[in-house]
Every structure is written in structure tokens, then in C-alpha cells.
């Protein structure tokens, strides 16, 4: 038993899709949540800088005493070398492993589709998993760089034009390759869930990275044997103001929402590791 707090990053409101998933599967576990609003999006931006932002975040997790830490962020996840992940002094847990997993057993036709920001296409994080589990499948992938900045925007509900209408524009060589299974490779995407499916059609299974590592790390706590007993409370950090973090969480969160957000200076934090 290990009743410290699980830490969970991303680069703004994304990985609160995890969060949500985490107090289904394990209501028990205390969660420290950082999102870096200041920062976001990363997906669009340079190896460094994300290797950079990821570490600080990392860093920022570490000085709260928790005892892993979930990268709840497919550019963080598709960008970190396993051996910074392996120096940490605690379990790292990505999202791409766990998501992989999920799409190689939904599909039938093996034609699986990916959509991520311009950082998580580039790297092939998912098609490498992909081609390991399922040697012959046929992946395809799209980066969507606009689907962060109109979540982080508000821009969630089913039906809204404007991402409706970008939705279409990015999907449709997807569409037209004829997946059966799409890769949310995003975990702000889960957040506009309803559109995405809605232009695939209903016979297309959409994965979702948050839902998939929440289960992952419940795995991999009770393994270690670090499950908790404690009153499922969550506290969040953000790196800019907290309260359109908080009405966008609300929204989000519904039934789990709750918990303080406090702001920090993320970039005070860095990482010290041995051999990374
Ligand atoms: N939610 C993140 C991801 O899963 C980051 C998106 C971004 O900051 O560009 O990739």
C-alpha cells in the first residue's frame, strides 16, 4: 500500500480525460493534476522545447511527493526517451502503450487510424506500437493541430459548427482509407469525442488514451503494490489563471470535478535525474 498521491500532467485540459478516469477506476487515490495552460498547446512545437516543458512538469510532480507519475499527454508521451522516463524515481506511465493495446483488439479490418498533434505524427510512437502488436496492420495518421486551442476553448459541444466543420476537413482521409478503429492519439480529443464520431459514422470504434492508461495504471499499482486508501481528492496546478481552468474542468469533470487549482511558476521547477 503506498498512499501518496498519483501526479498527472499534461499541457492544459486534456488530461483531465484521464482524471475522469482515474476516479471511476480508483476512487481511492489521492490525484495531483498540473496542466500547463501557459504553455499549451506543446504539439506544435520543437523536440527540445517539449523534452524541456515535460521535464519541468515532471519536476514540478516530483516535489509533491507522488508515487508515479502519468504523462496523460500523447506529445509527452510520443517525445520522452524511455531513459529519462527509467531514471525517475518513481513509475512512469505514457499513454501510448495502453492505447496501442486497445486499438490492436477493437479492430477487425486491421486499417487503423491515428490523429495526434503535428509532434505525436511525427514521432510514430503509435504506428511503432501498432506494427509490434499487429505486424500487418495498415495504420494511417492525420495531425489535427487545431482540435487543442478549440478545446481549451470551449469549443466542446456536440454539434458546434466550427468544430464540426474543421472535424471534417482533418477526417476525411481517414474516412476515405476506410479505418475501423481510430487512435484519439490526443488526450484533449476524448473532449470532442461526440463530434469525431459523429463525422467517422457509427461503425468506427474511437479510442481514447485517458480512459485506456487510467485502466494501465491501475494495473501496474496493484503489481507494484501501490494502491491507496484514501478519500479520492484531487488537487490541480495550472501554469496560467485558474479560473477558465476551472469553469472548462467543471464543465468537463461534471459528477468529478471539485478540488482546489492553485497557479505556479512552472519553470522554477527542474528535473535532476542520474544517467538519464
Ligand atoms: N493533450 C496533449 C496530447 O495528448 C497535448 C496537446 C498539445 O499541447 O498540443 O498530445
Do not use: W
Not at 52 to 66: G, H, M, P, R, T
Not at 111 to 128: C, L
Not at 152 to 162: Q, S, V
Amino acid at each position: 500500500m503506498d498512499n501518496r498521491p498519483i501526479g498527472v500532467f499534461d499541457s492544459g485540459l486534456g488530461g483531465l480525460t484521464a482524471v475522469r478516469e482515474l476516479k471511476k477506476v480508483l476512487p481511492n487515490e489521492n490525484i495531483i493534476y498540473f496542466g500547463d495552460t501557459g504553455r499549451v498547446p506543446y504539439g506544435g512545437r520543437s523536440t527540445k522545447t517539449i523534452l524541456q516543458y515535460a521535464k519541468e512538469d515532471i519536476a514540478f510532480l516530483l516535489s509533491k511527493d507522488v508515487k508515479c507519475v502519468m504523462a496523460a499527454c500523447g506529445t509527452v508521451s510520443s517525445t520522452l526517451p524511455a531513459s529519462v522516463a527509467q531514471a525517475l524515481p518513481v513509475p512512469f506511465i505514457g499513454v501510448v502503450e495502453a492505447t496501442a493495446k486497445a486499438a490492436a483488439k477493437a479492430t477487425r479490418s486491421g486499417i487503423i487510424g491515428i490523429i495526434g498533434t503535428a509532434a505525436t505524427v511525427r514521432s510514430k510512437s503509435y504506428e511503432q506500437q501498432l506494427k509490434a502488436l499487429l505486424p500487418n496492420c495498415t495504420t494511417v495518421a492525420r495531425a489535427c493541430p487545431m482540435f487543442v486551442p478549440l478545446v481549451e476553448n470551449g469549443y466542446l459541444g456536440k454539434g458546434n459548427p466550427i468544430t464540426t466543420a474543421i472535424a471534417q476537413e482533418y477526417l476525411q482521409p481517414l474516412k476515405e482509407a476506410g479505418v475501423d478503429t481510430l487512435i484519439m492519439g490526443c488526450t484533449h480529443y476524448p473532449l470532442i469525442a461526440d463530434i469525431i464520431g459523429e463525422v467517422m459514422g457509427d461503425s468506427v470504434r474511437l479510442i481514447d488514451p485517458g480512459k485506456e492508461t487510467a485502466h494501465a495504471a491501475q494495473q501496474i499499482l496493484q503489481q507494484k503494490d501501490l494502491l491507496a486508501r484514501n478519500n479520492g481528492k484531487a488537487d490541480y496546478f495550472v501554469s496560467d489563471s485558474v479560473d477558465s481552468f476551472r469553469t472548462i474542468a467543471n464543465l468537463f469533470l461534471g459528477e468529478y470535478a471539485g478540488g482546489d487549482v492553485t497557479q505556479i511558476d512552472i519553470d522554477r521547477y527542474q528535473l535532476t535525474i542520474s544517467n538519464p
